[in-house]
């Protein structure tokens, strides 16, 4: 008897792509790591962690008021904190974490422990415009435009240290980028 090929999906809709262990993305501000972190993690069922959120959170200010209130030094300790308990996680896990983050030894270390550290790098150009009217990234107010690809340059060289991939942002819609972040995931 033949079977009604018609009956039978090749299709799997249920079905979560497989992925272990804990992924980070990385990256100068407005390179959109919350949101294709976000999407990306309900995609395949992880835990997501934005650390600049759980701070706020575990605070009770915002990053511009931490920032004011308490200073640089202060909102670093806490990123530390964060990321460092974001790692011990055995996954799967999805961590966006602030763009400063990179800056500090010690977080090279933390990041060193993540089975997948993600790049999203774009130019100062699309960081620019993707943040100009952002009323929450304190570090704005400090030389606008020529702050932004001074930090940019500046930082560069340690996103490149930590990241085990690079993907490039500036001509990608959202949709894209979480394609190609959870095909490196899928490949490791
Ligand atoms: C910062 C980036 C921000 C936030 C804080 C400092 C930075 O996070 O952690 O304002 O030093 O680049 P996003 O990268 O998510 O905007």
């Given at each position: 008897m033949?079977?009604?090929?018609s009956l039978i999906s090749t299709e799997a809709p249920h079905r979560r792509p497989a992925v272990e262990g804990v992924l980070v993305l990385i990256g100068m501000?407005?390179?959109?790591?919350?949101?294709?972190?976000?999407?990306?993690?309900?995609?395949?069922?992880?835990?997501?962690?934005?650390?600049?959120?759980?701070?706020?959170?575990?605070?009770?200010?915002?990053?511009k008021s931490i920032f004011s209130q308490r200073g640089e030094g202060y909102f670093r300790d806490r990123e530390t904190e964060v990321l460092a308990d974001a790692l011990r996680c055995?996954?799967?896990?999805?961590?966006?974490?602030?763009?400063?983050?990179?800056?500090?030894?010690?977080?090279?270390?933390l990041l060193n422990e993540a089975n997948l550290v993600v790049w999203l790098r774009a130019s100062p150009a699309t960081i620019w415009s993707r943040?100009?009217?952002s009323v929450d990234r304190p570090l704005l107010e400090r030389g606008g435009l020529e702050?932004?690809?001074?930090l940019t340059h500046a930082r560069s060289s340690d996103y490149a240290?930590?990241?085990?991939?690079?993907?490039?942002v500036d001509d990608l819609d959202i949709d894209?980028?979480?394609?190609?972040?959870?095909?490196?995931w899928q490949e490791l």
């Open positions: 033949s079977k009604d090929l501000m407005g390179v959109g790591k919350s949101t294709v972190g976000r999407i990306l993690a309900e995609k395949v069922g992880a835990e997501f962690v934005d650390t600049d959120q759980v701070i706020e959170e575990r605070i009770g200010l915002s990053i055995s996954g799967p896990l999805v961590v966006s974490v602030g763009g400063g983050a990179v800056g500090r030894p010690e977080n090279k270390r943040i100009v009217d702050g932004i690809i001074a240290e930590v990241s085990t991939v690079v993907v490039d894209r980028v979480v394609a190609d972040v959870l095909k490196c």
